[in-house]
C-alpha cells in the first residue's frame, strides 16, 4: 500500500512522497537548494542512496537520452563517477525487440549492477510485457518513460505527453 515517510533526507533533500509496492518503490523528493557549490557536489558524490533494494553509491546519475547513454558512453560515465547510468530508451513494442537498435540499447555486457533499461509506451500491457522482457535479460531496475518532449514520442502519447493524461500513466505505472 501507499505509505508517505515525509522529511529531510540523507542528502538535504526534503522526502515529500514514497510510494512502495511489490515489485514497485518511488521516493518523490524536493531538492532543498545551497548556495555552496562545493557542499553540493560533496553531498552528490559521497552521499549513498537506495532504489529499491539497489544501494548506489553516490547521487551521480546519468540519464537515459536516446542516441547518447549507449553502453560504452554508460561504462565511461560509471568509471568517472557515475553511481548509476540507465540505457538509452527501448520500445515496449514487441514486434521491434529483436531489432539491432533495440538489442544494442538494451545491452549491458560488462556493467555493474543495478542494470536500469528505459522503456516507452502508451499500453499499459505491452509496457508490462516490455519490462518483464528486460527483467528476463539482466534489467534490475525498470525506468518508464514520462519525460521525453521529442515530438516522435509524444505525438504517440509517450514520453511526457503521458503526464497530460494521469489515468494512463498510473495505469501503466501499476
Request: charge should be negative; glycine fraction near 10%.
Amino acid at each position: 500500500g501507499h505509505q508517505a515517510h515525509l522529511g529531510q533526507g540523507e542528502g538535504g533533500e526534503q522526502v515529500v512522497d514514497e510510494l512502495s509496492e511489490p515489485g514497485f518503490h518511488a521516493v518523490i523528493v524536493e531538492r532543498v537548494g545551497t548556495t555552496d557549490w562545493l557542499q553540493s557536489r560533496l553531498i552528490f558524490e559521497q552521499t549513498p542512496v537506495r532504489i529499491g533494494p539497489h544501494s548506489l553509491p553516490n547521487r551521480l546519475f546519468v540519464a537515459p537520452m536516446a542516441g547518447v547513454t549507449d553502453r560504452p558512453f554508460r561504462q565511461l560515465c560509471r568509471r568517472l563517477g557515475a553511481g548509476y547510468a540507465v540505457s538509452e530508451m527501448v520500445t515496449s513494442r514487441k514486434e521491434l525487440w529483436g531489432s539491432l537498435k533495440t538489442s544494442r540499447r538494451a545491452d549491458h555486457t560488462g556493467e555493474p549492477g543495478p542494470i536500469a533499461v528505459q522503456i516507452a509506451g502508451t499500453d499499459a500491457a505491452m509496457m508490462a510485457e516490455a519490462a518483464a522482457y528486460n527483467i528476463d535479460r539482466g534489467a534490475q531496475i525498470i525506468d518508464i518513460n514520462m519525460g521525453c518532449p521529442a515530438k516522435k514520442v509524444c505525438n504517440k502519447w509517450a514520453g511526457s505527453a503521458l503526464m497530460r493524461n494521469e489515468a494512463l500513466a498510473l495505469e501503466i505505472v501499476e
